[in-house]
């Protein structure tokens, strides 16, 4: 939940708050909690205390209200609104020196999709998640920020005007996948096709994958096949897995 007049993000959820604790206290603009959670965040509060940094013990109902869910975990943390930073060719540069690879995200428009997205990331060591300045997609929110489970303090989120543009500008750099449903090439040959280069990895909207754009900017289609046998024709009873779910599949393949 924003606030829009002093600029900042609502934090909810335990994990995602003392993760912001232990990597960047000092985001910590003000800081609420429940009773049942005084013991657990002691150290936050002594923290505030000596930076004279306001902190209050208050009720469920203030804790729903300040964050607007009713799945704040008993903790509310007030953070200045984060600024996606635009991706500009010296951070690319400095993937390819580092062989980075990267997730890129086109239209992925639901929040929590986007926290899940941010905590398999994160798991998996994958630094980098880029999204389009689109209306689309959905940027980093209360609820991404409490799904990802403390993996927003761990990965770095870009923005890009154009997603064409910028697999153009990899190519021949990075080896740019994209998943899809009609896909021949399996998600367990990624290591394989990328060889000693970086990924860029996209991953599609949860209605309609990756746009026909995009899918002719990619140097692969990668596909998660349903059945042991990829080459068994078999109809699929459901056509395609969460986005989500998607991306931990193809990040656990991409670092096997």
Not at 11 to 21: D, F
Not at 36 to 59: D, H, L
Request: net charge positive; with cysteine.
């Amino acid at each position: 939940m924003k606030n829009t007049q002093k600029k900042e993000l609502a934090v909810c959820g335990y994990e995602a708050v003392m993760a912001i604790a232990r990597t960047n206290p000092g985001k910590i603009k003000r800081f609420y909690y429940a009773e049942e959670r005084v013991n657990a965040v002691g150290e936050i509060c002594r923290t505030m205390a000596k930076r004279k940094s306001p902190y209050n013990k208050v009720s469920d109902a203030e804790l729903e209200k300040l964050c607007g869910s009713v799945h704040h975990q008993g903790v509310v943390a007030m953070i200045d609104q984060p600024e996606i930073e635009p991706l500009t060719s010296d951070i690319t540069e400095e993937w390819l020196h580092k062989k980075q690879s990267a997730l890129l995200l086109d239209r992925v428009g639901n929040a929590n999709n986007l926290g899940a997205i941010v905590r398999s990331a994160a798991f998996f060591g994958f630094k980098n998640v880029i999204i389009p300045m689109d209306e689309a997609q959905s940027s980093v929110t209360t609820s991404s920020y409490r799904v990802a489970q403390g993996g927003m303090e761990y990965v770095n989120i870009y923005s890009v005007k154009s997603i064409s543009r910028l697999l153009e500008a990899m190519k021949g750099k990075m080896v740019r996948f994209g998943t899809d449903v009609n896909a021949k090439q399996p998600v367990g040959k990624i290591r394989e096709l990328r060889g000693n280069k970086p990924a860029l990895i996209v991953l599609g909207n949860e209605e309609h994958g990756i746009s026909k754009e995009v899918k002719q900017n990619c140097d692969e289609l990668i596909i998660i096949p349903f059945t042991s046998n990829f080459d068994e024709k078999v109809e699929r009873p459901i056509e395609s897995l969460n986005v989500a779910q998607a991306a931990a599949i193809v990040l656990y393949e991409c670092r096997k």
